[in-house]
């Protein structure tokens, strides 16, 4: 592996191409939502950036800077920042490809979420700081977004698992001799899927949630 090599913003890069020139697809036509993505990430980053930010000062986790450009802004690494970009951005268009290929999936549910609250109860039991906040966030996350849950979200969170698992086994050293994220092993429940802390799969599902939230806001018309 070269001494420079940028291999995160490859992989940012890799996982927006698909999704940005579906997005101009007839049946789906996501770009008519993109004013949407605004709120979205709103709800997002107001929780996660803090984190990130706070996690990465307390050396909770960090970022091999052998596998990155090297600009930082507020301690978090360009391609981070990229990160909470471009994984709602997929998330979203997969939501709504969901939803037009597949109407029925509309109606609601909040029954899976007891199984995810259940597994991160379990790694807060079990596991340090990394665990104790992604409890917190799910259980807040849930709260604000508990009428508003549909098959289609559970399904698309699903479906996000496929890439997240190549993407983030990538990221936590599926394929390189240092991992390009780290962890510090005391702040969570050291149970891993592959190299993937267990954890990683909760905090996406925060993600989520909260880019719904944002989504599904119904602003009033001012004529």
Sequence with gaps: MPEQFNLYLYLNI?????????????????????????????????????????????????????????????HLPL????FFLIIPYCFLFIYEVVLAYFPATKQKTFLPAYFFIGIAISQAYY???????????LLLALLVTFNQLN???????LLTLIPFLLFNGVLTGAITE???????SGEFSNVRIG???SEDFIYLLGMLLLCIKGWNLKFKSTT
């Design 14 to 74: 890799l996982a927006i191409l698909g999704p940005f020139f579906l997005s101009f697809d007839k049946k789906v036509a996501f770009y008519k939502h993109w004013p949407k993505f605004i709120p979205a990430l709103f709800f997002l980053w107001a929780i996660y950036i803090p984190w990130d930010v706070f996690f990465t000062i307390m050396m909770y986790w960090g970022f091999n800077p052998d596998y990155l450009i090297k600009i930082e802004i507020f």
């Design 79 to 82: 391609e981070e920042w990229m």
């Design 127 to 137: 596991g340090g700081m990394y665990s104790y906040f992604n409890l917190s966030v």
């Design 151 to 157: 098959n289609a979200f559970w399904w698309t969170y």
């Design 178 to 184: 240092e991992p390009v994220v780290w962890y510090n």
């Design 195 to 197: 190299t993937i802390p």
